[in-house]
Structure formats: structure tokens, C-alpha cells
């Protein structure tokens, strides 16, 4: 900092230096340096410490003067080398310079105070500052009475400064040495200079040119730092007594133990870590097993020091032992009614996943408890896999503990680390026992499908003995090394696909798909939980702010399309806090969201309306995606004529391959029977393609699909119907059955397709879905390729027989 005073440095500075007694006459114009924390006093003598640019030049210049002098005065700016003449003040302080020194860009030098003066003229306004000055002189500030009785005040009150501060002893010695106590003006400048002031109330001593108005100024001051430092002195008595008091009671409580040990009235540490593991095993039904190790190890524990590793160790392993619940159990409330309450108050929809709830936990009540249960809840994200888990649990009343396994890599996460390490640990299914409290929790594991494997274990195959009903009431953790009972425990597990969950430990779930809600559940989704769950969140009154259906509906199809609720959430979030924004800067009418403000708040639309495709060798299929459903048209090109080929782009996975391969093949043989040239593909090079390049895809289900776009391709001749169609080809043309009805049943209605083809095997499954869903749809189900040939082509008089006799063909 610029003039940065050095405190507690000058009375040393100063006596090495021998300053001289006699100065010379007093400049009229001086260089001026500016002060940016207080004022310099005449009657101090300090080093001085500044930046060498920009006050380089200014110190050579004083260099070469023969009186050596520069005018220190307080600056108002913090950045005093860009200062103008009206930011400093008029009044400062002449100092005869000593020593100047240039060490590591800074510059150094002992300021010897002199007098007073004001600026009466600026020469130069900017760096190196020059001014012509003028020394006030006050006629009046002769010895009086007045002055004597401020000058005796202000001693006194230095007295009784100096025991509270020694700083002020070693500041006074230094005054005295220099000046006498009979000099009233140096002694005022000397005691502002004691105190902690602002600048502001420096700068006024500083210009009070009348002695008897300084001295009364200074006397305040220095009246307000006597209270201060009395203050201070207070408060580090009250720190130090507290210190005292606590050493004095630490000696004393170490005599006490040691009087205690010798009388025998005093446990030591080892005494009472037995105790109290005996209490805790007291109200404990060990097993034979876990008994036996519990007291082979407390008399280990006995006979240990204290102070050595293994005491620790034994101790820690003691504490997890004894902790554990042993025999230990909830009671479970089986009651369906409130079961279907609580299910139904915290989740829409999912009627068929509520229904294989109410299912488990009525074979449960038949049973008397529910135990050895593994339930896994499979759907796309922000579907409520993880709150249907917390449902479980609360209509159990069981303790509820969730820890997510994606991306785990090390089996000691799932079955403890051995003891032999430092640091060890029990797995995670002990830990969930012991911080619920009880042997039969609700233990949840989240994103059971992303579980990893690496050179430290497989995951996945310690999973297997907890999750097994046979093996899991002798549950082995390596920490513990003694077996544990997890055959009461509920696991309820959550994944968004199973292709990547080993096939073992798929053999032993339950499987509950959670397929996704459509635009229709969302809307009372939005109406009964995320808009008021925000409101609240908000602090926004339910009458200062509304949505409408319309502008749910709105925002579902443009702006949170995907098969969950957490896009849908985010968007309704962000749409509360601007609506909070226009109530806070004074908005009095309510306000509701129509679809108008949805697009005012939100911006354009996210998402558009799903087009197929539409031409020759263009076809319509359905897929099935972790995120719900999409519509996926499937394009076969004529390249050339020249050779025969075939050309697969898109991205395909392997298995998606095998059915285009499949779908060509096919058609290739059945060329006549479909009414195309039967030697269309002998010369012809092929491309078949499947929009949206970048997005990898896979799976046996556009079969069906891709051979009716080749086809198309070889009849010349378009789809005479707008209509989508899933199904997996086998080379004899039979349809098979496939996955995701209802994600691609949602998808479908969504693009605005109204007419689907699907396996005949996956009927069933259309059955199952809600009416809502099923409502306006024209579903024709097959089991041979023929029939859709005839479906899609024609004729119509064929088509509507074979549909007659084949399918459903009715308006639902």
C-alpha cells in the first residue's frame, strides 16, 4: 500500500540513524507523497514503505534538494498514484528524509516529522506531485492555564494506558527521548499518534491548527482508546482465567483418576469398554456362533494394553459386533387398505405395478411375513422406482436404507474387507443392518444394472449369496467373519434394462417393469404432486399462481417427452421461479400458465411432432428405448443396377444386422408369391438405412419392418396406409413376439398413428394396457409375414378378410 506506515519499527530506525538536531529553513514548495491509512504526525519518526513506480522519480527529486524535505498527505483515494489534486487532503505533514532505500521493487526511507503545513497551490497534478505550501502558525497556543490542564489530562490518561499495553511503554520512552512533556503541541500529535482512529478523525487533529482545539480532540481520541484497550485487557483476563481453569481442572481430574485407581473405586479404560459391550450383548438374542466369538475376543480384549494397535482393532470389531441387531425385529403391518392408501397418495398411475405390490404383500400376510423377497423394479428414469421402494418400506412401517451400486468395482463394497487391513470395514448390507436398527429393513439397492467389475472382485457375484433366498440366512461379511441372518431382509432393487444384469442374479428377482407414463398420467402427475410439491418449495400462494390443462398438456409434448417425470419437473420449476420473479417485483393479479406462457416462459418448444417418413421403400417401425418409446422409419434405396448388393447403414447393432440380413433373405424368396419382379435383387444394389445415424441402435423388433420397406423397394409401390409396425422375422415369415408394447403403443399415438401391426403373441400384452391407451386405436395382430404384406399393400378386399379372420380389427 502507498505510504504504508511501519509500525513498532521507528524508535529503532531512529536512533541508528543520529538525526541532526538543527534543520534547514522550511521549503515554500515541496513534493508531496500521498498516505492512503492515516496521517503523519509531526512528532513521529517512522520508516516508510511505498511502490518504486510511480514515486521513484519524487524521492530522486527530494534526493537532490538540500533539505532533503517532502510533504506526506493523506490521500482519499485507495489507488493514490492515479489521484488528482482534489483527492488529497490540504493539510499534511513535512518529514525530512533519511536513508532512502530500493530493495525488490520497493522503495524505503526514515520520515523525520517537522510541521504542519497546507497546500495553497498545485504546481504539477499528477505523479511526481509538487505543490507550494504554507505554515499556519497559531498565535494563540502560548503556555496558558487551559493548555497546561489539556496537557496534564492527556499524560494521565497515557499513564493509565501504558499496564494495559505494553506497546504504549516502549512508545512513550521513544517520545521522551526526543521531546519534553512541557512541549503541549508535540505532546498532542504524540498521543493521536497512540491511538487505533480513523483516518477521518486523525486527519482533523492533524488540521487543527488552534493547540487548544486539537489538544480537546485528542483528548477524546484518546479517551475512547483507554476504554477500548480496558476492554481488551478485560476480555484477555476472562481468556486467560477460562485457560487456567481448564488446566487447573485437567491436573486435578488426572489426580483424581490416579487416587481412584489406587482406592480401587476407579474402571479404567479397558473395564469400561468391557462393560459396556456386556450391556449391549445383554439385550441382544445372540446366536451360538456370534456368542462364541464375542467372548473369544473380549478376553483377547482383556488381556491387550491399551494403548497398542491390536486393542484398537479388537475394540472397533467388538463395537460393530455388538451393534448389530441380532434377533432384533420390526413388526410388519399387513394391512392391503392401507397399503393401497399410501400407494395410491403417492403415485399415479402404475396400476398394474401397485397390483403386484397389493399381490406381494397379501402372499405375505398368508405367510405371516414377508422375507426372502427380492424385488426388482425395471423401467426409464424419473419413473418413482426409488420412492415405490420408500413406499414399500413405509406401508411395512420397516426401516428404509438405500445405497446405489453403479459404477462399484470392488466386491469388499458388497462383503467387507478382511480385518488385516488398516481401515477395514464391513460391507454395505451390514452397514445398512446396523444403521436401521433392525434385522428385517427395507434394504433398496439403486442402478443394480451399471454395477461394474475389476481386477479387486466382481460386484455382481458377491450379490448373489445375499440375494439368494437359500443362502442369504448365512450371510458371511468378511469384516465380521461370523454369520448373519439377511433372510428377513426386503431387497428392492432398480434398474432401467436387464440386458446387463448377469443372468445368475436375474434368476433371483422378482421383475416389476415400470414402463413410463403417457402425456394423460404426467398431466395428473403435474396437477397433484409437482405443481404444488413447487408452490410450497416457492413460497407461492396456490391462489397466486395456477396451471391449466391445457398448458400441462403443452408442456409435456413440447418440452418433457421422455418416459419419466424429471424433465416434466425441471420444466414446471423453472416456469414457478420466473412466475416468482413477476410476484416479487410487484405482480397483484394470479396468474395462470396457459399454453401462451408456457412458450413465453420456456422458449420454443423442445420437441416437435414425430413425422414418419412416407415413399417407396420407406416403412414405419416402433422401438423401444431406455427413455420410452420412438417411432423409427426404416428407408431401403436402389443404388444401381450393375451388381448385386446389399448396404447396411445407421449405426445397427449386431443383433439388428442379423435381422436386416433375415428381412432380405426372406424377401429375396418370396419375391413372385408378393407380386415384385422375381429377378428385381438379382441385379440390384441395395441400401437399407435407418434415420438418426448418430443413435446407436439394436434389438430383433424391426424385423417385419425393414422387409416391408424392401418390398415397397421392389414393387415400386408406397405404403397405401399410414400405419407402424413391430415385430421380430423369422427366414420361414413367421412374426414373433417382442418387447415394449406399451412404451411403443405411447410412442405411436404421440406421432398421431392411429393403426399398428403387431405379433400376434403379443396380444396379450395390448390387452393389458389401459383403456385410455387402447382408446381410437386400430390394432391388427399377425402371425405370418403374408398377412402383413396383405395389410400394407392390398388388396383391400383380401385385407379386410384376412383382417376379419386374423386380427382385431375394430375400433377400441
Not at 409396425?725 to 415394449?740: A, D, K
Request: aromatic share 8%; proline share 6%.
Amino acid at each position: 500500500m502507498e505510504g504504508e506506515v511501519l509500525e513498532g519499527g521507528g524508535s529503532d530506525s531512529a536512533s541508528q540513524a543520529g538525526l541532526p538536531a538543527p534543520l534547514p529553513p522550511l521549503p515554500t514548495t515541496l513534493h508531496l507523497l500521498p498516505l492512503t491509512e492515516r496521517p503523519f504526525f509531526p512528532a513521529q519518526t517512522l520508516p516508510l514503505l511505498m511502490n518504486e513506480n510511480p514515486w521513484m522519480a519524487t524521492l530522486e527529486q527530494v534526493g537532490t534538494t538540500p533539505h532533503r524535505m517532502v510533504g506526506l498527505v493523506l490521500a482519499k483515494s485507495e489507488r493514490p498514484e492515479q489521484a488528482r489534486p482534489e483527492d488529497f487532503y490540504l493539510v499534511g505533514t513535512v518529514v525530512r528524509m533519511h536513508h532512502p532505500m530500493q530493495t525488490d521493487g520497493k522503495l524505503q526511507f526514515i520520515a523525520e516529522g517537522v510541521t504542519r503545513f497546507r497546500v495553497s497551490e498545485w504546481i504539477s497534478d499528477s505523479a511526481p506531485y509538487v505543490a507550494r505550501v504554507e505554515y499556519p502558525v497559531d498565535r494563540r497556543s502560548q503556555a496558558t492555564d487551559e493548555i497546561k490542564a489539556y496537557a496534564v489530562a492527556i499524560i494521565n490518561t497515557i499513564k493509565e494506558l501504558i499496564p494495559l499495553n505494553s506497546l504504549y511503554s516502549e512508545e512513550l520512552k521513544f517520545f521522551l527521548n526526543r521531546f519534553s512533556p512541557n512541549q503541549p503541541s508535540l505532546l498532542a500529535d504524540f498521543a493521536a499518534s497512540l491511538t487505533t482512529s480513523s483516518k477521518e478523525d486523525l486527519q482533523g487533529v492533524l488540521e487543527a491548527f488552534n493547540l487548544r482545539r486539537r489538544m480537546e480532540k485528542v483528548l477524546v481520541l484518546i479517551k475512547k482508546e483507554l476504554d477500548v484497550a480496558k476492554l481488551q485487557f478485560q476480555i484477555r483476563q476472562q481468556v486467560g482465567e477460562k485457560i487456567e481453569k481448564q488446566q487447573r481442572d485437567f491436573f486435578l481430574r488426572e489426580q483424581l483418576k490416579a487416587i481412584q485407581k489406587e482406592l480401587g473405586i476407579a474402571k479404567d479404560d479397558r473395564t469400561a469398554d468391557l462393560e459396556r459391550f456386556r450391556e449391549r450383548i445383554a439385550a441382544l438374542s445372540l446366536p451360538e456362533g456370534a456368542a462364541k466369538r464375542i467372548d473369544e475376543e473380549m478376553q483377547k480384549l482383556s488381556l491387550l494394553e491399551v494403548g497398542s494397535p491390536e486393542y484398537a482393532v479388537t475394540r472397533n470389531y467388538l463395537d460393530w459386533l455388538t451393534q448389530l441387531p441380532w434377533g432384533k425385529h420390526s413388526e410388519d403391518k399387513l394391512d392391503l387398505r392401507q397399503a393401497r392408501k399410501v400407494l395410491d397418495e403417492e403415485h399415479y398411475g402404475l396400476q398394474d405395478v401397485k397390483e403386484r405390490i397389493i399381490e406381494f404383500l397379501a402372499v405375505g400376510k398368508l405367510k405371516g411375513a414377508v422375507s426372502g423377497s427380492i424385488i426388482l423394479l425395471v423401467g426409464p428414469p424419473g419413473v418413482g422406482k426409488t420412492s415405490i421402494g420408500r413406499s414399500i418400506a413405509a406401508t411395512l412401517s420397516r426401516r428404509f436404507f438405500r445405497f446405489s451400486v453403479g459404477g462399484m468395482r470392488d466386491e469388499a463394497e458388497i462383503k467387507g474387507h478382511r480385518r488385516t487391513y488398516i481401515g477395514a470395514m464391513p460391507g454395505k448390507f451390514i452397514q445398512a443392518i446396523k444403521d436401521a436398527g433392525t434385522a428385517n429393513p427395507v434394504i433398496m439397492l439403486d442402478e443394480v444394472d451399471k454395477i461394474g467389475a475389476s481386477y479387486q472382485g466382481d460386484p455382481a457375484s458377491a450379490l448373489l449369496e445375499a440375494l439368494d433366498p437359500e443362502q442369504s440366512s448365512d450371510f458371511l461379511d468378511h469384516y465380521l467373519d461370523v454369520r448373519f441372518d439377511l433372510s428377513k431382509v426386503l431387497f428392492v432393487c432398480t434398474a432401467n434394462q436387464l440386458d446387463t444384469i448377469p443372468g445368475a442374479l436375474l434368476d433371483r428377482m422378482e421383475i416389476i417393469r415400470l414402463p413410463g407414463y403417457i402425456s394423460e398420467e404426467k398431466v395428473e402427475i403435474a396437477k397433484r404432486h409437482l405443481v404444488p410439491r413447487f408452490l410450497e418449495r416457492s413460497g407461492v400462494e396456490k391462489g397466486q399462481l395456477s396451471f391449466s390443462t391445457p398448458a400441462l398438456r403443452r408442456l409435456i409434448e413440447g418440452y418433457a417427452r421422455e418416459a419419466g417425470v424429471r424433465g416434466l419437473e425441471k420444466q414446471v420449476g423453472r416456469i414457478v421461479r420466473k412466475a416468482a420473479v413477476r410476484i416479487v417485483e410487484g405482480e397483484t393479479r394470479p396468474l395462470r400458465i396457459g399454453p401462451q406462457e408456457v412458450e413465453e416462459y420456456l422458449g420454443k418448444p423442445i420437441f416437435t411432432r414425430e413425422q414418419p417418413l412416407k415413399g417407396v421403400g420407406v416403412a414405419t417401425g416402433l422401438a423401444w428405448t431406455p427413455l420410452g418409446g420412438v417411432i423409427l422409419s426404416v428407408e431401403a434405396g436402389l443404388v444401381h443396377t450393375k451388381n448385386r448388393g446389399f448396404k447396411l447403414t445407421g449405426k445397427l447393432g449386431e443383433v439388428m444386422r442379423e435381422s436386416a440380413e433375415i428381412a432380405y433373405s426372406y424377401i429375396c424368396a418370396h419375391l413372385k408369391e408378393f407380386g415384385a419382379p422375381t429377378a428385381f435383387f438379382d441385379e440390384a444394389f441395395v441400401h437399407l438405412h435407418v434415420p438418426e445415424g448418430a443413435t446407436p441402435k439394436d434389438g430383433p423388433s424391426a424385423g417385419i419392418t425393414m422387409a416391408t420397406g424392401l418390398l415397397s423397394l421392389a414393387r415400386n409401390q408406397a405404403l397405401r396406409r399410414s400405419l407402424a409396425m413391430s415385430g421380430e422375422l423369422s427366414l420361414t415369415g413367421e412374426v414373433l413376439p417382442v418387447g415394449g408394447i406399451r412404451e411403443k403403443v405411447v410412442a405411436a399415438r404421440r406421432a398421431g398413428i392411429m393403426k399398428l401391426i403387431l405379433p400376434e403373441a403379443n396380444r396379450r400384452d395390448f390387452d393389458l394396457l389401459p383403456g385410455y391407451v387402447r382408446k381410437g386405436l386400430s390394432v391388427h395382430f399377425v402371425k405370418h409375414y403374408q398377412e402383413v404384406k396383405f395389410l400394407v399393400f392390398g388388396p383391400a378386399q383380401e385385407s379386410a378378410a384376412l383382417s376379419r379372420r386374423r386380427s382385431r380389427g375394430v375400433e377400441l
